[in-house]
């Protein structure tokens, strides 16, 4: 009985960190935005305006719940939640530390990137049932770019995978003790990285939301809540990219003892953050298919052969 | 020596080959020298195997060469094999020795046709095929050369194509000789059915084993080879084509009309005699074939104005004659007089072709006349073959094989009075019409002016055939003059000989060589006067009605073309017009008509719409599902 | 751990898969015709995981594995199809492109 | 368990009919996306994680979001709705439906006259799936891997729109093929 409530406390413990973190992101967004491009960013409310979160949730709940009259009702109000759950299901595989993890099943990798893919629905319905042709355009190059970037995703984790022989992220990060996966799987990680901010259509691969070029892209139309709901799904999924690469590459949890293990995951995981942060601040934005052929021209070719590289070098030494 | 057998059969092919594919290019004179070459040195090759054989006969009197294997399968097997024995070497020495005077003759006759090498390429395919008929071990390749020979027949009937009629003869010539053709064919299948294989040897060998005397199947199996012979052969009830393949070119009516190819069923029955002593009422049958063949074609014969008609009614007779001694049982007898005719009856033919040389090929005896000194070789010749063919006793070689037959005839083991007597009441009229034909042609007034004078090619042919035509009878004498046998003891280790009882009714035998003797020299005077001194009496016996109805009546060759057409051809035709539509073919048509509705039922379904295709599907699995729950 | 009997994955195997069926049968868009034989190829696959779990054999998964590859190079090509025929009759009704020409 | 998988069984029946039921192709899209996350969590509960990651990610992931994808490009509106439902007549679907009805009950039928037999519900270890898909199956993986170069292949030949050569206004009405 105590097992269930200890996974209950998880599992709670876990969506409301979660949800924080990505509350928090808002603000620590801004505020380094601001600092890298050397202006002051959120600083009025409360102390450097880290109150500045709460005031953004307030406008967004209280902004009125408008739906366009031409765009399909209930897929319109169904979008955006996919990407939240989407989101937050991956989270169920997260280790943060030793035994605090939702469900470490022994297909975690694949859940993950099943769920990474379902994300991809939240641009492509929030874009077709606005009835916008910014819209439109936008999830048309979110959807081209969700799923041609999960196919390299997938194989970038495959070198993974076959360095810990196991598709558990319990195991693949115990895996690491003796060396992070990403000195052999330098090549996986940068992929994955890549694939990663493209998966989350962040900057500078965020084509299905480009402001100056569509306006708002597949997020158009929407305002109050639900705009809410994308927005904290795009945070959501940066903190579980970066939480990802962690996992994979920087061996998790693992670290001097001198700090908790949740602890170093934590510090890892926050150093990917600001990575994604950094690139946004500092990169410009590709054309839609110098995207595509970078994908399909050099990472799927390069994934490929780091996975054949792996798989062979894994055979002649361990077989 | 035995070995270049191969070569025999092979020189000809390979000379129709070389003329039919460069003929053009060769012109007249290379065409001349590979078309009368390669018989030339194939009847060199013959000459020197038969000398080889008379010194030392190979093993079992026969030698085989086995050349390849043509068909095999399961149990039909079938070589490409050469069999030469007495029977088949006497048959090749006379197609190359024969074939190659004639071919030498035709170099000059044929000098001014524009189509030279094709007729030499047709006479060179004729004589390759002929090799394989009688050389061949075997019954189907013997009929490859049977239908060879035909084939042959037909292309040279209708050589001068451009003349309807002559392809209207043709085609006769082909379509009787098919209708015997189809017999015989038959009758393989039945012999192969009974033994299992169509090697000769094998089937005399078994006949006597598998088949008692008197057998149906051996009865049914030799009639049926009789009707391939009797159509080859021109032998009533088929002979109607004979005439008619008068058309062709002369020496193609010596060498395959007269010499050759239609004696081809006189060696097909004389090759297959083991199973003809197994059916005597076949033997029967074919000795009655011969005697009214040779009294039908004999009685055609007198009115006849058409030289080469003429020759070609003897023909038939002659080979008359031959059935009548195979069917008496008298085989030797029977190949005898094949070679001596095929010497004389060649020596006629181009004596003839000579004479239509010098007439502007006018063919009608009776506008000619007075040849004899205007052309004294062909005259002599042609008198020397006349003899032969009436059989003026002592001095002539057809004296001596047609003697042997009409004694046989009586005496031989199936013979009796009525077919001697029909022997010769045909040797009495045999005389008659040829010399008709040598008093009209040669004596008289002469009404053409001769527009060509033979050269020593034609000259050559006719003087050597004269000679073997006067003097090749004098391997085989009869009892009653010395009783030398050499050609029948040669023929001995291939057909079984006569009984010696044939021969001890001497003063019987006497009688028999007289009368001949006296009728042929009555029946020559009795020409003499009718068509020389007294032309009266004929003219006007003919200007009677009767007289005129009964000279139409042989004209037309005994009516058998005017029996045949009423018989045949217009129920033929009238079964054809009535059957225009073709009510056979109705059903034929049904079938792709029906297939057809249906293929219109099935577009239908094919509507592009692929919602109907899957309801057929699912039609069609509730249908399959259902028998399966079901069952 | 379960009583799920192999009849009763089978039978939910069939009914999925005759619901399949019975949509390309009453759809005239071709998309919704897709759509629908893609149901029935996954209804087969379920049947195979299903016959793979009962002899507790990998082989129904790989079976599956297989199905999935010809699933996505058939919605490739359908698509492409479908396109085209969007393009050349301006409707997606299947019944538009029921005349053949050439 | 067994709970959970009949849950899941009955919303991937009902979604499925829904999906052959809809108007609308985002819809019907939708309720298929549910259809196949029953379906894999089927797949989850009889003991093939493995295949049930495969149904979300390759199934719901990309083939489905393929469709979607074609939707949005071949941007039909409201009148594809109205012609879609013009074409969901009660008289065109009742007898597909009778049909398939007897079909399935005869198919039910045959499965139900042999012996019932319980899945193990082990789990299956991706690992056994590799090892056979590349020793005893390993000619089936090659093939697909042709089928799929060739679906690639033509996919890109059949979709690619042919160049057109002279200018828009030139070009005669209806030439465009």
Known sequence: ?319 | MYDFLWLVPTLPFLGFLILALFGKKLGKTLSAFVGVGSIGIAALITILIGIRFLSSPPEGDAFVQTLWTWIAVDRFNVNIALHLDALSLVFTFVITFVGFWIHLYSVEYMADDESFSRFFAYMNLFVGAMLLLVLGDNLLLLYLGWEGVGLCSYLLIGFWYKDSANGYAARKAFIVTRVGDAAMAIGLFLLFYSFGTLNIEQILTQAPQTWSVGNNLAVIATLLLLGGAVGKSAQLPLQVWLPDAMAGPTPTSALIHAATMVTAGVYLIARMHGIYELAPVSMLVVAIVGAATLLVAGFAGITQVDIKRVLAYSTISQIGYMFLALGVGAWSAAIFHFMIHAFFKALLFLGAGAIILAQHHEQNMFKMGGLAKALPVTFWTFLIGSGSLAALPLVTAGFYSKDAIIWFAWSGEGGNIYLWAAAVFGAFITAFYTFRMVFVTFFGQQKIDVSHFPKWTIHVPLIVLAFFALFGGFIELPGTMGHFTLFSDFMKSALPAIEETAHENVSLEYFSQILTAVLALVSIYLAYVLYLKKQQIVTNFTDTSFGKGLQQFFLSGLGFDWLYERLFIRPYVWIARTNKRDFIDLFYVFLPWMSRQFHYAFSYTQSGKVRRYILGIALGAVVSITIVVIL | ?102 | ?177
């Open chain 4, 1 to 177: 368990m067994t709970i959970l998988f009949y849950i899941a069984a009955i919303i991937a029946i009902i979604s499925t009919i829904m999906v052959i039921t809809r108007a609308n192709v985002i819809h019907a899209l939708l309720y298929m996306v549910v259809s196949l996350l029953a379906t894999a969590v089927m797949f989850f509960l009889i003991g093939a994680p493995f295949i049930a990651a495969l149904e979300i990610m390759i199934y719901a992931g990309a083939i489905t979001v393929l469709f979607v994808f074609v939707v949005m490009m071949l941007n039909l509106g409201e009148e594809a709705v109205k012609q879609e439902k013009q074409w969901l007549s009660f008289s065109g679907w009742i007898f597909p439906a009778f049909l398939s009805l007897i079909l399935l009950l005869e198919v039910i039928f045959i499965i139900s006259s042999s012996g019932s037999v319980p899945v193990s519900g082990k789990v299956i270890d991706p690992k056994l799936v590799g090892q056979s898909l590349f020793t005893t199956y390993l000619i089936g993986v090659e093939l697909s891997a042709i089928l799929l170069l060739a679906g690639i292949v033509g996919a890109y030949h059949l979709a690619r729109r042919k160049k057109k050569v002279v200018h828009r206004f030139l070009e005669l009405e209806g030439a465009e093929e």
């Open chain 1, 1 to 319: 009985m105590s097992e269930t409530l200890y996974y209950l406390l998880i599992i709670v413990g876990v969506l409301v960190v979660m949800l924080s973190i990505a509350a928090l992101l808002i603000w620590y967004e801004r505020r380094m935005l601001a600092l890298w491009q050397d202006r002051y960013g959120p600083n009025r409310v409360g102390p450097f305006g880290l109150m500045q979160v709460m005031a953004d949730m307030v406008k967004i709940f209280f902004k009125e719940d408008w739906i366009a009259p031409f765009a399909d009702k209930w897929v319109f109000i169904f979008a955006p939640t996919i990407i939240v759950v989407a989101v937050l299901l991956g989270f169920a595989v997260v280790p943060f530390a030793p035994g605090i993890v939702v469900a470490d099943m022994n297909i975690g990798l694949l859940f993950f990137l099943a769920m990474s893919s379902l994300g991809a629905y939240s641009i492509l319905l929030g874009g077709i049932s606005s009835n916008n042709k910014y819209s439109l355009l936008g999830s048309l190059r979110g959807a081209a770019q969700v799923i041609s970037y999960e196919v390299f995703m997938g194989i970038s984790l495959m070198g993974v995978v076959i360095l810990s022989d196991s598709f558990s992220l319990v195991k693949i990060v115990e895996a690491q003790k003796n060396m992070w996966f990403v000195i052999p799987q330098f090549i996986g990680f940068v992929i994955f990285f890549m694939a990663g901010v493209a998966e989350t259509h962040r900057a500078p691969f965020d084509l299905p939301e480009a402001e100056s070029e569509l306006v708002a892209g597949f997020h158009s139309e929407y305002s109050g809540m639900k705009f809410g709901m994308f927005f904290v799904g795009e945070y959501l999924g940066i903190t579980l990219i970066s939480a990802m690469i962690a996992t994979f590459f920087f061996g998790g949890w693992l670290g001097p003892s001198f700090l908790p293990p949740i602890v170093w995951f934590f510090i890892k995981t926050f150093a990917f953050i600001t990575l994604f942060i950094l690139l946004r601040a500092s990169l410009p934005r590709p054309r839609y298919d110098q995207l595509m052929s970078l994908g399909w021209k050099i990472l799927l070719p390069l994934s490929l052969l780091n996975l054949l590289a792996t798989a062979a070098i894994k055979l002649a030494i361990g077989g």
């Open chain 3, 1 to 102: 751990m379960s009583s799920i009997s192999l009849n009763t994955g089978l039978v939910i195997a069939s009914i999925l898969f005759f619901l399949g069926f019975l949509g390309v049968m009453i759809r005239r868009n071709i998309l919704f015709m897709l759509i629908s034989v893609e149901i029935m190829l996954n209804a087969a696959g379920l049947a195979f995981i299903f016959a793979g779990a009962r002899y507790n054999a990998p082989d129904g998964q790989v079976m599956f594995i297989f199905i999935l590859t010809m699933a996505a190079a058939e919605v490739a090509v359908g698509l492409a199809l479908l396109i085209q025929v969007y393009q050349k009759f301006k409707t997606l009704d299947s019944d538009a492109a029921s005349n053949m020409r050439g």
